[in-house]
């Protein structure tokens, strides 16, 4: 059973909108990321927080923005939303020993522009 | 850009057999981890084998890892209907990203 919960699960947006995406971590988790997942394809890395400070950042553009919050959970922002925005973004938290155990993974939200 | 490939990209078995598929990723790593997906839904981690193991088993899963070949496989023994799903094969890039391949997409028919 996953300790990382999304929400929502699911969201319509029209062209042009702006959306925000929540993800709660697993306790004692400092580390959250947010993946991009069209159909059909595997997660791409959007970026990484880790204690409040972005930490990496994959190929996306400035549009797409992010927070974490003291108690580690965060945000993932979206401005000027396009059709190709239409995919499952998955948050997934970690902690310090990640190299051993791995992310943990929520639900993911599915997002549908039109 | 994905890291990994997996192999191949939809199998269909019956269940009670056998599942094995494969991942050949492009750059050193210190270890590289399976994940499943059903459907859609968010990924569940599976097992996670370091770049110094060879072989690692987590009850009917058993995963190989060989570093001069740059590539991995995972093996479901025995398998169930409920393990149709899709499974991904992800390798730590810079700071901790993950980076994922293509996923296999196994169905295992009642």
């Known amino acids: 059973e996953t300790g990382v919960t999304q929400s929502p699960t699911h969201l319509i947006k029209t062209r042009g909108q702006q959306v925000t995406l929540r993800c709660s971590s697993q306790?004692?988790?400092?580390?959250v990321s947010w993946y991009q997942q069209a159909l059909g394809q595997g997660p791409q890395f959007i970026f990484q927080?880790?204690?409040?400070?972005?930490?990496g950042r994959g190929n996306f553009p400035p549009r797409f923005s992010g927070l974490q919050f003291p108690n580690y959970s965060s945000e993932l922002n979206v401005n000027a939303l396009e059709l190709d925005d239409s995919a499952l973004y998955l948050c997934?938290?970690?902690?310090?020993?990640?190299?051993?155990?791995?992310?943990?993974f929520g639900s993911g939200t599915r997002l549908t522009v039109v | 850009s994905q890291q990994g490939e997996e192999d191949p990209q939809a199998l269909s078995i019956q269940e009670g057999e056998n599942a094995t598929m494969n991942c050949s990723y492009k750059?050193?790593?210190?270890?590289l981890q399976w994940y499943r997906q059903n459907s859609g839904r968010g990924l569940v981690h599976l097992i996670l084998?370091?770049?110094?193991?060879r072989e690692k088993h987590s009850g009917r899963l058993r995963v190989t890892l060989d570093t001069s070949k740059k590539s991995s496989s995972l093996l479901i023994t025995a398998s169930r209907a409920a393990d149709t799903a899709s499974y991904f094969c992800?390798?730590?890039?810079?700071?901790?990203?993950?980076?994922f391949g293509t996923g296999t997409l196994l169905a295992v028919q009642p």
């Open positions: 997934a938290s970690s902690g310090e020993d990640r190299n051993n155990y791995g992310y943990t």
């Open positions: 306790s004692g988790h400092n580390t």
């Open positions: 927080y880790y204690r409040e400070e972005e930490n």
């Open positions: 750059t050193s790593i210190n270890n």
């Open positions: 084998i370091r770049s110094n193991e």
């Open positions: 992800a390798t730590p890039g810079a700071t901790n990203k993950l980076i």
